[in-house]
């Protein structure tokens, strides 16, 4: 029994000899693995080509009312207008954004983004008329923001083969006015339209340029996004007396926009934040 409390004592003091005469600071800290390249903040900015395939139409009526005090009242014929804007050319587009990427081993890489997509020339109008009245559109796109993930593969170690999901949401105004003036009765109805939401899903690829800098990278996507559409309807109503008539004007309008399908694709040069930085020195 002595021996065997002997033993465990020696090899006890063996195990802590080492550290006997120093301190923590003199142990040999841990090393952690190098930069891999591509875990760490980015930024980034680019250009594309985008489609957006998108309807919008507008409609508006008009009914005159006159009614004299020993007749009784008439209906006159209505009047309506109607227009539409359709969109599904090709435009040049910018994009910025920003992002964060983890490697998980040595082939799968997980990340979330953000970005903004600018579309200088995505405006579209429209315009209508009658004899005795007229009607205008405007739908204003000034771009979509997106938020979301990507998931991938590396083929090689500088190259990555993605897919990519999220929420955008679409920066739209849109308006249409119509105006009559039957029977010197001007009516005016404005119906307005704003953001639309929808859904973005895509893929692209990935390549380090190391031989121009450690830290930046190139990407290729194509994008998917689907948008809800909106509506809105308004009505305005006249009167107006002349001797013994009394003429109502009552006025309708509908602002119907579509749902709307965006495709695009962009080449974005990325800038890795953290692409270059070099393994924490252990302490001495």
Avoid at 25 to 38: E, H, Q
Avoid at 91 to 110: H, P
Avoid at 195 to 223: A, F, N, P
Avoid at 263 to 274: D, E, F, N
Wanted: charged share 25%; glycine share 12%; net charge negative.
């Amino acid at each position: 029994m002595r021996k065997s409390v002997a033993l465990v004592a020696f090899i006890l003091f063996q195990s802590t000899g080492a550290f006997a005469g120093g301190s923590l600071k003199d142990a040999p800290a841990p090393i952690p693995p190098p930069a891999d390249g591509w875990s760490g903040f980015s930024v980034g900015a680019g250009i594309g080509g985008v489609s957006i395939d998108q309807n919008a139409s507008a409609a508006a009526k008009r009914t005159d009312i006159f009614c004299l005090y020993w007749w009784g009242c008439s209906y006159p014929k209505d009047d309506y207008l109607s227009g539409g804007m359709n969109d599904d050319a090709w435009k040049v587009f910018g994009t910025v954004q920003v992002g964060y990427d983890r490697l998980l081993g040595d082939r799968i890489l997980i990340g979330a983004f953000a970005d903004y997509d600018f579309y200088p020339n995505g405006d579209e109008s429209s315009s209508g008329s009658t004899k005795h009245g007229s009607l205008s559109g405007e739908l204003n796109r000034a771009g979509v923001w997106t938020v979301g993930g990507r998931l991938g593969v590396l083929v090689r170690p500088d190259l990555l083969v993605y897919g990519l999901g999220g929420f955008s949401r679409m920066n739209q105004n849109g308006e249409v006015t119509a105006e009559f003036d039957n029977f010197k009765l001007p009516t005016s109805v404005t119906l307005k339209a704003g953001d639309l939401d929808g859904w973005t899903v895509g893929g692209g690829i990935e390549t380090k340029l190391d031989r121009i800098d450690k830290r930046l990278s190139l990407k290729v996507e194509y994008r998917y996004s689907q948008f809800d559409g909106e509506s809105g309807s308004g009505s305005d109503k006249s009167e107006a007396y002349k001797w013994w008539v009394l003429h109502c004007a009552n006025e309708k309008a509908r602002f119907d926009i579509d749902d709307a399908t965006v495709q695009s694709v962009r080449a974005v040069l990325v800038w890795k934040l953290q692409a270059d930085a070099t393994p924490i020195e252990p302490l001495k």
